[in-house]
Every structure is written in C-alpha cells, then in structure tokens.
C-alpha cells in the first residue's frame, strides 16, 4: 500500500557495517510489525511495535538486530555488524491498533550484504 | 507458531477453480490473507475474524471456521492477474499473542 513508506528501497553494505531500514506508517496508525523475506520464502515475523513501545520481538534474533518506533518519526530496524545472511528483503506493516484489523505493508527494503 | 498453508503450489488455466486451505494448532483471533506478485509488496485481500464468516472480494472469497481453527481462499474462474503468492496470516486467540504469523505461501500460477 502506497501509504506505508519505507526507505531505503535498496542497500547494500558491507560485512561488519550497520544497516538501519525505516518505515513510516500510514496516517493514523500506530503499530508496525517487520517482517524478513528470502528469496522464494514466506514472510518470517521479526517484531511488533506500538509507539514507544515493543509488543512483541519474538522472532528478533538476540544479537545485532534493535527495532524502535518513537513518538515522533519513523520505525526504524537496525542491523548491526551485518554478514552475508542478512541479505533479504525486510518489510513492514502498518495498522491502526492491536485489536487486529487490516495490516498494510510498504514496498520492502532490499538488503544486500556484500 | 506459524500457520500452515496447502498446497505450496497450483497451476490453473485460465476460468478454472482453486482452493488454498490455511490451518492453526493455535485458537484463532483474526485470519488475514494478502497475495505477492514477484518482486512485489504483499497486497491485502481480506480479514476474517472469529466467527465464521465469509467474505468476498471480486470472484475471490474466503471462509473461516473458528472451531476448526481453519480457513480457506477460494479463487473462482481464476483470471491471469491471480497468478502470485498467496500468504494467509493469523492472530491467535492466546492472551498477549498480538502478532501476525504468515504462513509459507501459496505459488498460484494462472495460465491462459
């Protein structure tokens, strides 16, 4: 959906760089998940967030990865020291509350680790 | 605990019928099915909550059985623009379980 902004659409880093993805939501949402995609994959949960708040980071690895959405400004995914796996696409999902209605996704940011 | 999703794959010719089933070990809250073109972002179709109802978009349309735990999208004289991904998502009916897991997909292929 043309409302859920994610930037950037492409980038490449370097193995051990920092790689930070935002999303901002469509207008009036207040909770964004993130999700990871691999080539020829599903859609693999990373983490549900409210403003200011984490809901979920379940399927967050323990190490590297951090995810905010502060009060003001986008979500923002960072992935420290990247290696090579960490190539995929990264997409989020913006929706109006938890009481689950529909979730929109943005158009993605391709990550390649090189 | 992701959903399930059968079949992986399905090749249709153009007006013909196909069903993708989309099954939980968990009580569901909400059934949310989207399809992906490659390349492409996830496209929402519709969202099903408990209940058993069933909703329709275009000649798509998709049922929920709450007990079951189960849901199923019915493409209906499929058209070449179906062809895609077809993902369902849920959220379960556990307290504190918010997230929405997508199950492996779907890979329709509509040819003419």
């Known amino acids: 959906n043309a409302g859920v902004m994610q930037n950037p659409r492409h980038l490449v880093r370097r193995r051990g760089q920092e790689a930070r993805l935002r999303c901002s939501p469509m207008?009036?949402?207040?909770?964004v998940y993130w999700y990871r995609q691999l080539p020829e994959e599903g859609l693999k949960f990373m983490v549900y967030?409210?403003?200011?708040?984490?809901?979920?980071e379940s399927g967050m690895p323990k190490e590297r990865f951090s995810a905010e959405f502060p009060k003001e400004g986008p979500s923002i995914l960072r992935i420290q020291q990247v290696v090579r796996g960490d190539s995929a696409a990264y997409f989020c999902a913006s929706s109006p509350g938890r009481e689950t209605v529909e979730a929109f996704f943005g158009q993605g940011t391709r990550l390649t680790v090189v | 605990q992701q959903p399930v999703q059968s079949p992986q794959a399905v090749i249709l010719r153009e007006g013909e019928d196909a069903v993708i089933n989309c099954s939980s070990s968990k009580a569901l809250y909400s059934v949310h099915w989207y399809r992906q073109k490659h390349g492409e972002a996830p496209v929402f179709l519709m969202i099903?909550?408990?209940?058993?109802e069933q909703k329709g978009h275009d000649k798509i349309s998709a049922s929920f059985n709450e007990k079951k735990q189960q849901s199923s999208l019915y493409l209906t004289a499929s058209q070449l623009s179906y062809s895609g991904t077809y993902f369902c998502?849920?959220?379960?009916?556990?307290?504190?379980?918010?997230?929405?897991?997508f199950g492996a997909g779907t890979t329709v292929t509509v040819r003419a």
């Open positions: 207008k009036g949402h207040s909770h």
């Open positions: 967030l409210q403003k200011e708040n984490i809901i979920d």
């Open positions: 099903l909550l408990k209940g058993g």
């Open positions: 998502g849920t959220v379960s009916g556990e307290l504190d379980d918010y997230k929405l897991s």
